[in-house]
């Protein structure tokens, strides 16, 4: 398994890919441990059979990350719920699927986080079009990918 550290052995650059787990959406961002800075792709549609894995699958192959993080969702009192629960099986599915490490990190308050950022950026005129939901999944992958690169430094 890789190092979690942000660069390979050599200092080389690794693309990192980020998921914000939800029962209807998963938001997912990309990342690299040089910049050390995150970018919406996109949220996958997720149902009752779980993740549209044909489109990680195509994510996956696009971006060819070195390692996955996914974020945690605990209760406000750190303890675990039923969706952190859900969202470490999803962990172990990718880390199965594609033989990378996981990485957890907590994401209690992402969304709010990336609601307001989004808010923002429309109110003061760089952002156009109204924040969907999507949108908001997909911001809070970016900001778990943005916690854990804090934290590994």
């Known amino acids: 398994m890789p190092d979690p550290a942000p660069s390979g052995p050599t200092g080389t ?66 303890s675990d719920s039923a969706m952190t629960v859900a969202a470490r ?9 594609y033989r990378l490490q996981v990485m957890l990190v907590d994401e209690r308050y992402s969304s709010r986080e990336a609601e307001a950022q989004l808010k923002s950026a429309r109110e003061s005129g760089l952002r156009r079009r109204r924040v969907l939901k999507a949108d908001v999944d997909a911001a809070a992958a970016c900001v778990i990918l943005e916690r854990w690169f804090n934290e590994v430094t």
Do not use: H, K, M
Not at 14 to 24: E, K, P, Q, S, W
Not at 26 to 40: E, H, L, N, Q, Y
Not at 89 to 97: G, I, K, P, T, V
């Open 13 to 78: 650059p690794r693309i990192v890919l980020a998921f914000d787990f939800g029962l209807r959406r998963i938001g997912v961002a990309c990342g690299d441990t040089v910049s050390r800075t995150a970018a919406p792709l996109d949220a996958v549609p997720a149902g009752q059979g779980g993740p549209r894995w044909e489109v990680i699958d195509a994510l996956s192959r696009e971006w060819q990350p070195a390692l996955v993080v996914v974020g945690l969702p605990y209760n406000v009192d750190g």
């Open 89 to 97: 099986e999803f962990a172990a599915d990718l880390e199965r699927r």
